[in-house]
């Protein structure tokens, strides 16, 4: 009986190796880029202040990588990722630029399509409500939002229409752009940019991630024709301005022009880096002097690290080439359990609405700077009130998880503190994983630590989602990555 079972297995193992192999899904790539500059003069978002922009420091683009798998003819999957040069990317817009897709490319899954923001405070607004924009001589939200949606669906559409035989390569190097931007103190306090020169001054607050994560895509005659770059760091060095500006993302794709050729697509990818911030903490002088001995903008230095990284990675997985890769992609709405509204942290917000309210009846011209700030207050008082009949609120949202050959890529809406981006990294099945950020209009999430610290971006006011919100967004991302890896195996 046994030499039976062993005969058989030996002419079962026969057959596996004589039988054809099936076919191998081979990768298409399509890559388009596309200008977004608004018309002048355009209100800019990011700050509490209103800011009208009169001037474009540096062109805002959209750049779109557009990737399919086939086996023969058979498409099987499909995954469209859209980096933008904005503060970030409300639901609904994202549902415009879909809709306009549906139309130019029948048939087309245009739900596999998911845009990010870079996190430029120097772009314009997106949220028709947000600010009290004059209603004559600046462009209007909704004319922009217009604009835009019909430039990059018909970017889309070029990068869709044009691909073809293609090949991924992936790396991972490290540039030091961003610091924590929390300071703690003795007391156990934080706070967002505090001064770290007192004696009293206890250590940033969280842990730094200085990975650059890179994916090359190729063209059929391998052709280097888009690259996307994962830092954990929110585009903001020259966030206060009042102009139009892509931040030091411009840098980055002029830098990479002048190596791999001006037609490059670059996808700027923020990953989770909601305590980050290319702002100096500490040792700005140092910084400071030797950025100066380099004759460089602070912009150009930070381009100058990201750069020299993707060159470090480049010639070491080039011809590490995949053409063959599985292309999963899976978009998941979740529900996120919404931090609660504390009784005291409804009176806080109630009183100060009340503040902000006699600002602007003293002074009409408050009321450019304090319009914001009541509306941010505000969304904290409507939330308790909500509360008195749901008392267990949820958030939800749309995620992406795709996997690329040995790569994860998982999105969310937020400004997700990095401690959540490493716990999903740690507990990732994927050889290297990227968590991309800003898809949606979420706000703040911080971690357990920074709300015993408080102070902006930990306080209620700033989060929708708080820390045990967080954790099960981490839970779900780390569930729908390995569930892709352990499939394939």
Request: net charge negative; hydrophobic share 40%; proline share 5%.
């Amino acid at each position: 009986m046994v030499r039976c079972m062993l005969a058989f297995a030996s002419v079962w193992c026969a057959w596996l190796t004589l039988a054809p192999a099936a076919p191998a899904a081979q990768l298409y790539v399509g890559a388009a880029a596309v200008d977004i500059t608004p018309e002048l003069p355009v209100a800019v978002s990011g700050q509490f202040p209103l800011r009208i922009a009169r001037q474009v420091e540096t062109p805002l683009t959209a750049q779109v990588a557009a990737l399919e798998s086939r086996e023969g003819e058979r498409s099987t999957e499909v995954a469209i990722m859209v980096s933008c040069d904005l503060l970030y990317i409300p639901d609904d817009l994202s549902a415009l630029v879909r809709k306009q897709v549906a139309t130019r490319v029948p048939g087309l899954d245009a739900g596999k399509i998911f845009l990010n923001g870079t996190h430029t405070h120097t772009a314009p607004v997106l949220l028709s409500d947000k600010y009290p924009i004059p209603a004559e001589g600046v462009t209007q939200v909704d004319a922009y939002r217009e604009f835009f949606a019909a430039r990059v669906a018909d970017a889309i559409a070029q990068a869709w229409q044009g691909r073809d035989r293609g090949s991924v390569a992936w790396g991972l190097g490290h540039a030091a752009v961003a610091q924590n931007r929390r300071a703690v103190y003795a007391d156990g306090s934080a706070q967002m940019y505090g001064r770290t020169d007192l004696p009293e001054f206890r250590g940033l607050e969280g842990y730094e991630d200085h990975d650059v994560g890179t994916l090359f895509f190729f063209n059929a005659e391998s052709r280097l024709v888009a690259v996307a770059v994962g830092v954990a760091c929110p585009s903001q060095e020259v966030e206060s301005r009042s102009t139009v500006n892509a931040d030091f993302w411009h840098a980055v794709r002029q830098q990479l022009h002048d190596r791999y050729g001006e037609d490059l697509c670059v996808l700027a990818w923020c990953t989770a880096a909601g305590d980050q911030s290319p702002h100096l903490m500490y040792r700005r002088a140092a910084e400071e002097r030797m950025r100066q001995l380099r004759g460089l903008t602070r912009e150009q230095e930070i381009a100058r690290r990201i750069v020299r990284a993707v060159d470090d990675v480049y010639p070491v997985v080039k011809n590490d080439r995949h053409d063959d890769v599985t292309l999963h992609h899976v978009v998941q709405p979740i529900r996120l359990p919404m931090r609660r509204v504390t009784e005291a942290e409804y009176a806080e917000a109630k009183a100060a609405c009340q503040r902000a309210d006699a600002a602007m009846a003293a002074d009409p011209k408050a009321a450019a700077g304090e319009f914001r700030r009541k509306k941010w207050y505000e969304e904290t008082v409507q939330r308790y009130q909500r509360q008195q009949t749901d008392p267990n609120p949820e958030l939800p949202m749309e995620m992406h998880v795709v996997r690329i050959g040995d790569v994860a890529i998982c999105t969310n809406p937020f400004e997700l503190f990095t401690d959540f981006g490493i716990r999903i990294q740690a507990r990732s099945k994927a050889l290297q994983t990227f968590v991309v950020q800003l898809t949606g209009v979420g706000g703040y999430v911080p971690t357990e630590k920074a709300v015993r610290g408080g102070h902006y971006s930990a306080v209620v006011h700033s989060n929708l989602v708080g820390p045990e919100g967080g954790q099960v967004l981490v839970d779900q991302a780390v569930e729908q990555i390995n569930r892709l890896f352990s499939e394939a195996r």
